[in-house]
């Protein structure tokens, strides 16, 4: 496994849960990487799953893959349809009933994830989620290994094109890092305390340092922002088309991440008892389903989703 110098032992994915992974997949799989939680250390308990991006060469030969190891409870055509339709697809990794661990898995193709990442994403879901500190902890070749770190590079490089409309005020690079989770998550529908994406850039404040520190330096010599002490400002107003452009970017993300939800519930196999711990686990309320809810959420759960979204604590709650 290729691992990241920034991940420790004690972040690091189950062995045994990412090679049943790597096993099962064969040659489809070209690269797995770890974000997240599990590997920030941002308050997991031990029922979290492991949040794995799944880069393979072809949707068809990945899922035809899963469904002979016996990991794949869809039908194969159903989830490559889907592939194709606001990639990437959700789903569960739970090898040995579970006693490994369990893989929340974005799984991606190389041309999807290279989309998602370039200077015109489709939307935020991947760009989000991987300028942020990620470990590739396993890939096909040393090439492939590059591949996706190249990605990953670039698109951190870039964070200042589609951040630069939200700076308001000056910025060092933790501030830089504090800002864009701000943004980001703003433009989700999440289930969690409010004041999340702050807790998520506390646990990675060395990552936005190393990170965006060249960035916000290489902007200053170019002219894009300017010096002010410790901190970089703008060096003049955002055009405001490019305004416009960035602010449209990111209601059409919001509309496409909600659109997703949709997506998991046919993907992500127990989906329901998963989101349920998850807000538990992150609003501190215990949620209990009526029969109606269980037996048909996408119908009755609504009205319980739309309170707990709209009555969302300020401050996640402390162990």
Same mark, same amino acid.
């Not at 040995?96 to 879901?125: N, Q, R, W, Y």
């Not at 943004?183 to 994406?197: L, N």
């Not at 029969?291 to 009755?300: D, G, K, S, T």
């Given at each position: 496994?290729?691992d990241?110098?920034?991940?420790?032992?004690?972040?690091?994915?189950?062995?045994?849960?990412?090679?049943t992974?790597v096993?099962a997949?064969?040659?489809?799989?070209?690269a797995v990487?770890?974000?997240?939680s599990r590997?920030?250390?941002?308050?997991?308990?031990?029922h979290?799953?492991?949040?794995?991006?799944?880069?393979?060469?072809d949707?068809?030969? #990945?899922?035809?893959?899963?469904?002979?190891?016996?990991?794949?409870?869809?039908?194969v055509?159903l989830?490559?349809t889907?592939?194709?339709?606001?990639?990437?697809n959700?789903?569960?990794?739970?090898?040995?009933?579970?006693?490994?661990?369990?893989?929340?898995?974005?799984v991606?193709?190389?041309?999807?994830?290279?989309?998602?990442?370039?200077?015109?994403p489709?939307?935020h #879901?991947?760009?989000?989620r991987?300028?942020?500190?990620?470990?590739?902890?396993?890939?096909?070749?040393?090439?492939d290994?590059?591949?996706?770190?190249?990605?990953?590079?670039?698109?951190?490089?870039?964070v200042?094109t589609?951040?630069a409309?939200?700076?308001?005020?000056?910025?060092?690079?933790?501030?830089?890092?504090?800002?864009?989770?701000e943004?980001?998550y703003?433009?989700?529908?999440?289930?969690?305390?409010?004041?999340?994406?702050?807790?998520?850039?506390?646990a990675?404040?060395?990552? #936005?340092?190393?990170?965006?520190?060249?960035?916000?330096?290489?902007?200053?010599?170019?002219?894009?922002m300017?010096?002010?002490?410790?901190r970089?400002?703008?060096?003049?107003?955002?055009?405001?088309?490019e305004?416009?452009?960035?602010?449209?970017?990111f209601?059409?993300?919001?509309?496409?991440?909600?659109?997703?939800?949709f997506?998991?519930?046919?993907? #992500?196999?127990?989906?329901?008892?998963?989101?349920?711990?998850?807000?538990?686990?992150h609003?501190?309320?215990?949620?209990?389903?009526?029969?109606?809810?269980?037996?048909?959420?996408i119908?009755?759960?609504?009205?319980?989703a739309?309170?707990?979204?709209?009555?969302?604590?300020?401050?996640e709650?402390?162990?």
């Amino acid at each position: 496994m290729n691992d990241r110098p920034s991940t420790s032992p004690a972040q690091a994915a189950p062995p045994d849960l990412v090679g049943t992974l790597v096993n099962a997949a064969g040659p489809s799989l070209r690269a797995v990487i770890l974000y997240g939680s599990r590997l920030l250390g941002a308050r997991p308990d031990q029922h979290s799953a492991w949040d794995l991006v799944v880069v393979v060469t072809d949707y068809r030969a #990945f899922y035809i893959a899963l469904k002979e190891a016996g990991y794949l409870p869809r039908p194969v055509w159903l989830m490559v349809t889907l592939a194709r339709m606001l990639p990437p697809n959700t789903i569960a990794f739970v090898p040995e009933e579970g006693s490994l661990g369990i893989a929340k898995c974005l799984v991606v193709s190389g041309a999807h994830l290279e989309m998602a990442l370039g200077p015109t994403p489709p939307d935020h #879901f991947l760009l989000g989620r991987l300028v942020q500190r990620v470990a590739v902890i396993w890939s096909r070749s040393e090439e492939d290994a590059r591949w996706v770190e190249h990605r990953l590079d670039a698109a951190r490089a870039g964070v200042l094109t589609w951040m630069a409309p939200y700076l308001e005020e000056p910025v060092d690079a933790p501030a830089l890092g504090r800002r864009l989770l701000e943004v980001c998550y703003q433009g989700e529908v999440r289930p969690e305390a409010k004041d999340r994406s702050h807790r998520i850039s506390d646990a990675q404040l060395d990552h #936005f340092e190393a990170a965006f520190e060249p960035v916000l330096a290489d902007a200053a010599a170019s002219g894009a922002m300017e010096r002010e002490g410790s901190r970089y400002r703008l060096a003049g107003p955002v055009p405001p088309a490019e305004t416009r452009r960035w602010r449209a970017h990111f209601r059409r993300s919001k509309a496409r991440a909600t659109a997703r939800w949709f997506k998991h519930m046919v993907t #992500f196999a127990h989906w329901l008892p998963y989101i349920v711990r998850k807000v538990e686990r992150h609003t501190g309320r215990t949620i209990r389903l009526t029969r109606l809810e269980r037996a048909l959420p996408i119908v009755f759960l609504w009205p319980r989703a739309v309170h707990v979204l709209l009555t969302r604590p300020k401050r996640e709650k402390r162990s």
